[in-house]
């Protein structure tokens, strides 16, 4: 059944300046300053009903954020699905699903990739081809795949290592297990100009030449890190270090690169029943009760809450992380039968966690502070903005459905969102992509730093630096989804 969000709005009255005598204020002037700051932005809020709890919303920055989110979502479209030159798309940032952001895209095609080779079967393209139930070997490997992308979350570091693989193994030895980083250096010399035409083409800027060798765009070589070549990885990862070639970016992770390496060995650690910390996290994850057997706490908290105990993984990784294992293709979840199945689904428009970022988007949205939210608290009250956020941007719907930004923001986004069938999709009676927790999140993050609501509709409508639309990217949507459109 739909769920309406009821919508009222009111100004906030402001308190007024008192006046009186030195002694009472510090200075007229200063209190001047003060008002002249509230003048600035008087507030005006939204009251959302979202089952039965009331979200005040900021209505300025409220609207900000629809308007930018209306904004990416047509860029989305224009780039995939019309096809528009990339002329007029320089200088705008086409990003706004998940779906469509290039690592993301690449994540998936790795696994897909890993899920194939371990099946002995040969890859599709597009790989839109559902790989169906995961063995409990290959729902692992997808988990402990999806560890290593996002801590360390950098493409051109799995692609060189891919590249690099072949020439550890043309030397002799075995790439899933050489230990030693020099092995790795040695290898780096032996990169041909095809191999490093890829490493160019994984790059987050592309351009059409290298050296003076003209470079086509590509999808590059899609592959996942599986648990047995964890000594590999490491020591290519040393061996680009030492060449001071970066391995890991900084946007998300902050722990250093030790203590990266340190939450992915902690996966492969034995407990006294023999089986590793990576398969009772993969058993646990897929045996999640229901929300009524587990006395109403939902099923994507649970799943965070158990991929938070993997060291250095906090609240905006465990989401991150989340996501990508319900990812349709190769959700660990799926098919399954298992009674967390649905709550996963209906999640997706009811929870999300947020990162430093998001939170201060979130208190942006909330009462025009971007340090409003903080902590365990901040959380819970983040999520209380998001989830009334889907509700009235999405008309009232929520609960599973999947909302069109509307019906306000209708005429703009006519044709925009969802996107067309087959592009992406969710569990069994999950929605298309559309404005959900995720896409709240991401626009949230992508706010905080800015002041007032004039400055977020601005930084949407020319970021600010110069900009093109990667076309490298293009190339990994078509070859994950097919080039619908």
Same mark, same amino acid.
């Given at each position: 059944?739909?769920?309406?969000?009821?919508? %009222?709005?009111?100004?906030?009255?402001?308190?007024?300046?008192?006046?009186?005598?030195?002694?009472?204020?510090?200075? /007229?002037?200063?209190?001047?300053?003060?008002?002249?700051?509230?003048?600035?932005?008087?507030?005006?809020? !939204?009251?959302?009903?979202?089952?039965?709890?009331?979200?005040?919303?900021?209505?300025?920055?409220?609207?900000?954020?629809?308007?930018?989110?209306?904004?990416?979502?047509?860029?989305?479209?224009?780039?995939?699905?019309?096809?528009?030159?990339?002329?007029?798309?320089?200088?705008?940032?086409?990003?706004?699903?998940?779906?469509?952001?290039?690592?993301?895209?690449?994540?998936?095609?790795?696994?897909?990739?890993?899920?194939?080779?371990?099946?002995?079967?040969?890859?599709?393209?597009?790989?839109?081809?559902?790989?169906?139930?995961?063995?409990?070997?290959?729902?692992?490997?997808?988990?402990?795949?999806?560890?290593?992308?996002?801590?360390?979350?950098?493409?051109? &570091?799995?692609?060189?290592?891919? *590249?690099?693989?072949?020439?550890? +193994?043309?030397?002799?030895?075995?790439?899933?297990?050489?230990?030693?980083?020099?092995?790795?250096?040695?290898?780096?010399?032996?990169?041909?100009?095809?191999?490093?035409?890829?490493?160019?083409?994984?790059?987050?800027?592309?351009?059409?030449?290298?050296?003076?060798?003209?470079?086509?765009?590509?999808?590059?070589?899609?592959? +996942?890190?599986?648990?047995?070549?964890?000594?590999?990885?490491?020591? @290519?990862?040393?061996?680009?270090?030492?060449? $001071?070639?970066?391995?890991?970016?900084?946007?998300?992770?902050?722990?250093?690169?030790?203590? %990266?390496?340190?939450?992915?060995?902690?996966?492969?650690?034995?407990?006294?029943?023999?089986?590793?910390?990576?398969?009772? *996290? &993969?058993?646990?994850?897929?045996?999640?009760?229901?929300?009524?057997?587990?006395?109403?706490?939902?099923?994507?908290?649970?799943?965070?809450?158990?991929?938070?105990?993997?060291?250095?993984?906090?609240?905006? *990784?465990?989401?991150?992380?989340? #996501?990508?294992? !319900?990812?349709? /293709?190769?959700?660990?979840?799926?098919?399954?039968?298992?009674?967390?199945?649905?709550?996963?689904?209906?999640?997706?428009?009811?929870?999300?966690?947020?990162?430093?970022?998001?939170?201060?988007?979130?208190?942006?949205?909330? @009462?025009?502070?971007?340090?409003?939210?903080?902590?365990?608290?901040?959380?819970?009250?983040?999520?209380?903005?998001?989830?009334?956020?889907?509700?009235?941007?999405?008309?009232? =719907?929520?609960?599973? =459905?999947?909302?069109?930004?509307?019906?306000?923001?209708?005429?703009? #986004?006519?044709?925009?969102?969802?996107?067309?069938?087959?592009?992406?999709?969710?569990?069994?009676? $999950?929605?298309?992509?559309?404005?959900?927790?995720?896409?709240?999140?991401?626009?949230?993050? $992508?706010?905080?730093?800015?002041?007032?609501?004039?400055? !977020?509709?601005?930084?949407?409508?020319?970021?600010?630096?110069?900009?093109?639309?990667?076309?490298? &990217?293009?190339?990994?949507?078509?070859?994950?989804?097919?080039?619908? $459109?």
């Amino acid at each position: 059944m739909k769920k309406t969000a009821k919508k %009222t709005a009111k100004k906030t009255a402001e308190r007024p300046i008192m006046s009186g005598s030195s002694s009472a204020c510090k200075s /007229r002037k200063g209190a001047v300053e003060k008002q002249t700051q509230r003048n600035r932005h008087q507030r005006e809020t !939204i009251a959302v009903d979202v089952d039965g709890d009331t979200v005040v919303l900021d209505a300025a920055f409220t609207q900000a954020v629809l308007k930018v989110s209306v904004l990416r979502a047509a860029r989305v479209h224009a780039r995939f699905v019309q096809r528009v030159d990339r002329e007029r798309l320089a200088g705008y940032k086409s990003y706004f699903f998940r779906e469509t952001d290039r690592h993301t895209m690449y994540y998936v095609r790795g696994r897909l990739h890993m899920l194939h080779a371990m099946r002995k079967k040969r890859p599709s393209s597009p790989m839109s081809e559902d790989v169906g139930v995961l063995s409990a070997d290959e729902a692992e490997a997808v988990v402990f795949s999806t560890f290593v992308y996002r801590l360390y979350n950098r493409l051109d &570091t799995v692609v060189r290592w891919a *590249l690099l693989r072949r020439h550890v +193994a043309d030397a002799g030895h075995d790439p899933d297990t050489e230990a030693e980083p020099g092995r790795w250096e040695e290898a780096l010399e032996q990169l041909t100009e095809e191999e490093l035409d890829e490493v160019h083409c994984a790059q987050r800027c592309w351009s059409p030449c290298r050296g003076g060798r003209r470079v086509e765009p590509r999808a590059v070589r899609a592959v +996942a890190v599986q648990p047995g070549q964890l000594s590999g990885f490491f020591a @290519c990862v040393e061996a680009l270090r030492r060449r $001071g070639i970066k391995v890991f970016t900084g946007q998300h992770q902050v722990q250093g690169s030790e203590r %990266t390496r340190a939450a992915l060995e902690s996966l492969l650690e034995q407990g006294g029943d023999g089986r590793t910390a990576l398969s009772r *996290l &993969t058993r646990d994850l897929r045996d999640l009760p229901a929300a009524e057997a587990a006395g109403g706490a939902s099923v994507a908290a649970r799943a965070c809450a158990l991929l938070g105990a993997v060291p250095a993984v906090g609240p905006f *990784l465990q989401y991150q992380l989340l #996501l990508d294992l !319900i990812e349709p /293709r190769h959700s660990i979840f799926r098919g399954t039968g298992a009674p967390a199945e649905a709550g996963i689904a209906a999640g997706r428009f009811e929870y999300a966690q947020f990162g430093n970022g998001s939170l201060g988007g979130a208190g942006l949205v909330a @009462c025009g502070k971007a340090g409003a939210f903080k902590g365990a608290a901040g959380q819970q009250e983040a999520r209380r903005v998001a989830r009334a956020l889907v509700r009235y941007g999405g008309g009232g =719907e929520g609960g599973g =459905e999947a909302a069109p930004l509307g019906p306000e923001w209708a005429e703009s #986004l006519e044709g925009l969102c969802p996107l067309p069938e087959g592009v992406a999709s969710h569990l069994p009676g $999950g929605a298309a992509v559309g404005w959900d927790m995720q896409a709240v999140e991401n626009v949230l993050c $992508g706010i905080h730093g800015k002041k007032t609501p004039a400055a !977020i509709v601005a930084s949407a409508a020319n970021e600010g630096k110069p900009w093109a639309p990667n076309p490298c &990217t293009d190339c990994e949507y078509d070859d994950l989804y097919g080039g619908v $459109g």
